[in-house]
């Protein structure tokens, strides 16, 4: 069964001109790109009561999209963030056996500036969530 994952790369990977990492960033990686990362939850009517049926059954899927959107420095990182957010912002993917809402906005943290290479890398990161229920 997929959770999504898949499809939200293919999202990220359609994006012109844009490099997409899943889960890792290779050595010789060169910014700007995107390092993208998933955790998968199905919550419990105690964390959110939509999250059950009339039979307390657990079927929905929340797909946490965990994005570092980097570049040499705060304008390259910044433009790699509104490319992601294009890409994924209200978007409704189709994923085999799932009804999905929309990719929404979740979180977000403080800018995180590198220099430790001796070049600086800014990273920006964003949460997106993606909720889905069996079709």
């Known amino acids: 069964m997929s959770t999504g ?3 939200v790369l293919a999202l990220l990977d359609a994006i012109p001109s844009h490099t997409t990492h899943d889960g890792k960033v290779p050595d010789d990686a060169v910014a700007p790109y995107t390092l993208v990362y998933f955790t998968v939850v199905t919550p419990s009517g105690e964390v959110a009561a939509d ?3 009339l039979t307390l059954n657990s079927d929905v899927i929340d797909l946490s999209i965990y994005t570092h959107n980097v570049g040499n420095n705060a304008a390259a990182a910044r433009g790699v963030q509104a490319k992601v957010r294009t890409a994924l912002l209200n978007v409704r993917p ?4 799932r009804k999905c809402f929309p990719i929404r906005f979740y979180d977000d ?3 995180i500036k590198d220099e430790t290479t001796g070049k600086l890398i800014m990273d920006l990161a964003d949460v997106y969530r993606l909720r889905s229920v069996p079709a």
């Not at 189709?94 to 056996?97: D, L, N, Q, S, Y």
């Open 5 to 7: 994952a898949t499809e």
């Open 51 to 53: 999250a059950v049926d």
């Open 94 to 97: 189709t994923v085999a056996g």
């Open 109 to 111: 943290a403080p800018a």
